[in-house]
């Protein structure tokens, strides 16, 4: 007995369609859900609050780069007016703290040990009549050079207060001006405190540890346990999938940007020049290409001690290091000036110092901004692109 044989092909199978609404619906359950986990785990927590609280109080009130009131050793190897007067010069400098003797071996071995960081010598034959014949005094400077800026200051500053008394000797002496009178002045920043951008470039490293390393690590923990998998077997796209545990992030950061923010302006008194829509444009900017690079980090590691490795490496570390936060980029090399151009924070902390110190200069943020947004378009692409639909 013949048999009948079906040779039409199977139908194709057809994903589910879904209208705008359910759509949300589905959306805000994701969202709803990670902001459930997020606020359960006391880890984000301290990451999030109370790891940059620290920070910030480390670079605000530890960290400085100032070089006032500098331990130094005077030592006045005459006893002429004009030697005293300049060691008065030297005790009056707000950038020195002054120890007097007469021989400069009574600060040799503070030196050695690293109690002072200098010694002036102001030697025997220095007085009045030199000075009158037109002779240059003759101050000797010995600085520590295991602390090369350390040194520098000391030198620069003490060539200060010698030229600053000879202007004033000469002035009197000669019962006129002086010809020539430089008068410096320092914008933005006039007294040359480190804190003032100290504070606003350890928001981008804190933000950059927010974005990078805490979704580096969430994520990774749903891959180990599991839980991605189970996700990703729901009818919900990866577009979808990344978007809904990214935004809880996404306004954890920016929570904590303006938490520091309102430390740095009232209690660190750190000066807003600029504006709020400056600042929330150059964070939000920032934030995408930081969670970007931990969204593609756990994807590729899906383990979180690989993870956490990874984004410290690669986020914290060159924000730090390459940001221009505490080393000049400019005095880099010509490679490591090039590396600069990949890390994100390079645009972010000195767009951040603008706002803080300057104000708003769109020229500056709008360029930063759009190469912000460009990285963090390309970091998410290739996240997307690592994170498939399928069960691992």
Known sequence: ??????????PARRLPTFTPGERFRRFYALVRKETQQLVRDPSTILIAFVLPLILLFLFGYGVSLDASRTRIGLVLESSTPAARDLGASFRASPYFDVRVGRDRREFSADLVAGTIRGIVVVPADFGSERLRRGSAPQIQVL?????????????SYARGVVANWQLATSAQATRR??????????????ELTSRFFLVPGSIAIIMTLIGTLLTALVVAREWERGTMEAMMATPVTAVELLAGKLLPYFVLGLGSMVMCTTIAVFLFGVPFRGSLLALFSLSIAFLCP????????SAAAKNQFVASQLALLTGFLP???LSGFLFEIDSMPLPIRLLTRIVPSRYFVPSLQTVF????????????????SAMGAFLFFLAAKNTQKRLA
């Open 319 to 321: 924000g730090f290091l």
């Open 177 to 190: 001006a002086a010809p020539v009178s430089i008068e410096q002045r320092f914008w933005f920043n006039p």
């Open 143 to 155: 600085v520590d050079g295991s602390e090369a800026n350390t040194a520098s200051f000391v030198q």
């Open 1 to 10: 007995m013949e048999h009948a044989v079906d040779t039409e092909p199977a």
């Open 290 to 297: 930081a969670l970007g690079q931990g969204l593609l980090i």
């Open 357 to 372: 110190l300057v104000g708003d200069v769109w020229p500056q943020f709008v360029r930063d901004i759009a190469v912000m």
